[in-house]
């Protein structure tokens, strides 16, 4: 991974998780830190390139589950990473089905780190390639004269003559 390709957010994870953050730095990932979510709201309304959001299960003023509705309001194509030090596989479901790409356990190995951020920014990129042409394809579709609209277009008017 290079600095240009990824770029990502990490809440609260400095203090309780600074071996993965100097891992993802490590690796090219640039990494923009927020104390808390009040900061990371303000980052992700300025940074519209964030294609990962790492957060912990708790923060001071909030939630892994608050962050989350924030990145589907202020990003949506971002990924979010939920990082915990002790989980269970309700946590793992909880943290699935609420929409998060995946729930990373520490202590992890560094591959192990490196292939979920890998995976989240594929379905970013994925997600965001999906964005761009959906505007693309339903004005194509507006614009593109059908058989039935074309007849109706020839039919419809007066007769130069």
Known sequence: MTSSEVKALAIGLQACSPGL???????????????????AQAIL???STIQL??????????????VLRDVAKQRPAAQVVVVARLADSQLWLDVLDAGAYDLLVEPCGKEEALRIVQGAVMRNRL?????ETEPERKHSERAAPTASNAAAAGSGGGSAG
């Open 21 to 39: 953050v100097e891992d993802l730095k490590t690796a090219g990932v640039v990494v923009l830190a927020a104390v808390d979510r009040r900061e």
């Open 127 to 131: 997600q965001d390639g999906a964005r």
């Open 45 to 47: 309304e300025a940074e």
């Open 53 to 66: 959001v790492l957060t912990p299960t708790a923060l001071p003023d909030g939630s892994w589950a608050d």
